[in-house]
């Protein structure tokens, strides 16, 4: 009977121990955040079109909040089409041309353009289009500038070419 008591009385003490122990913690819930990324144009997919995950690399489509590169070696036309909706970005450079067709590219911050950018029925939103030796160029199938400021100088290519500028 001796012996049973000690055991109870140490398995007393343990399980206070170990209530202590298991006490729950205080934790502060944080803000979600997002983790801003760069994600570059790889090619690997069909190589031209901008709604093709894979030629970006992570093989996904930029988002809102990403800086996007598109600078490879072997100087692609870059399609961005009315497939792509809207794409809501950060900023851009690239060094390889690009053909907006369709769609809205909106850029948040600033366009950093080395090549051409053909406006061919898409709209450029928001930020500021910098760049050396830049060709921002309307076609006849018209494009639009969209709340852009324009650092470069602007071609209308053809008789018919126009280019509507709001906002």
């Known amino acids: 009977m001796f012996t049973v008591k000690i ?3 140490a398995w007393k003490l343990r399980s206070r121990r170990l209530a202590r122990a298991l ?5 502060e819930v944080l803000e979600q ?29 930029p ?7 598109v ?22 450079a690239t060094d390889e041309t690009m053909n907006l067709s369709g769609g809205v590219l909106a850029v948040a911050d ?3 353009i080395q090549a051409a950018m053909i406006l061919a029925g ?13 060709k921002l160029i309307g076609t ?8 852009v400021t324009v650092n470069c100088d602007v071609e209308l290519a053809g008789n018919n070419a126009n280019l509507t500028v709001k906002n």
């Open 122 to 134: 898409g709209t450029l939103k928001g930020g500021t289009l910098n760049g050396t030796g830049v």
């Open 7 to 9: 055991h109870q009385r």
């Open 63 to 69: 988002e809102a909040g990403d800086d996007v590169i």
């Open 140 to 147: 006849a199938s018209g494009g639009t500038l969209d709340g």
């Open 110 to 112: 600033a366009a950093t």
């Open 23 to 27: 006490r729950p913690c205080v934790a």
């Open 33 to 61: 955040r997002v983790l801003l990324a760069t994600v570059s144009w790889d090619g690997s997919g069909d190589g031209a079109s901008w709604n093709d995950p894979l030629n970006w690399s992570g093989d996904a489509l």
């Open 71 to 92: 600078n490879v070696a072997d100087n692609p036309t870059i399609r961005f089409t009315s497939a792509a909706g809207t794409v809501n970005i950060k900023s851009l």
